[in-house]
């Protein structure tokens, strides 16, 4: 009985399914507005796990050290994106996006950040 249990576990892992990451690339048209990079999961459960915002107006890396902004909730399936990020003490919001499906792997939204609103198209990259 034994050496079953090792062949079950060898078999369990050569069957995993692979966790494949991806990434979402989001822009505006407006003149110095801000550049997005999501890291996302695909897959049956698709999520967000990380954010990057870049711009004139200041950017962050989420997760990057103790006092950087982190994910609060996101949401990604075939008709919305949504992702909201915090200040690391939990204590407000830095930025808000918010999408809906325009067409095949690309998103229309719009991000707010630092008291502005901004239209967003967001696409997946390859």
Same mark, same amino acid.
């Given at each position: 009985?034994?050496?079953a249990l090792?062949? +079950?576990v060898a078999t369990m892992l050569w069957t995993a399914p692979a966790f494949a990451t991806g990434t979402?690339?989001?822009e505006t048209n407006v003149r110095d507005g801000p550049?997005?990079?999501l890291v996302v999961g695909r897959g049956a459960a698709g999520s967000v @796990? $990380?954010?990057h915002l870049s711009g004139s107006a200041g950017?962050? @890396?989420t997760g990057?050290?103790?006092t +950087?902004? +982190?994910?609060? $909730? @996101?949401?990604?399936d075939q008709q919305e994106l949504k992702v909201d990020v915090i200040d690391h003490n939990a204590e407000f919001h830095v930025a808000r996006l918010i999408g809906r499906r325009a067409g095949e792997n690309r998103y229309r939204a719009t991000l707010r950040y630092r008291g502005r609103t901004f239209p967003m198209i967001c696409a997946f990259e390859d």
């Amino acid at each position: 009985m034994k050496p079953a249990l090792p062949i +079950a576990v060898a078999t369990m892992l050569w069957t995993a399914p692979a966790f494949a990451t991806g990434t979402i690339h989001c822009e505006t048209n407006v003149r110095d507005g801000p550049e997005i990079y999501l890291v996302v999961g695909r897959g049956a459960a698709g999520s967000v @796990t $990380q954010m990057h915002l870049s711009g004139s107006a200041g950017g962050f @890396t989420t997760g990057n050290g103790p006092t +950087a902004p +982190a994910i609060s $909730q @996101t949401w990604l399936d075939q008709q919305e994106l949504k992702v909201d990020v915090i200040d690391h003490n939990a204590e407000f919001h830095v930025a808000r996006l918010i999408g809906r499906r325009a067409g095949e792997n690309r998103y229309r939204a719009t991000l707010r950040y630092r008291g502005r609103t901004f239209p967003m198209i967001c696409a997946f990259e390859d």
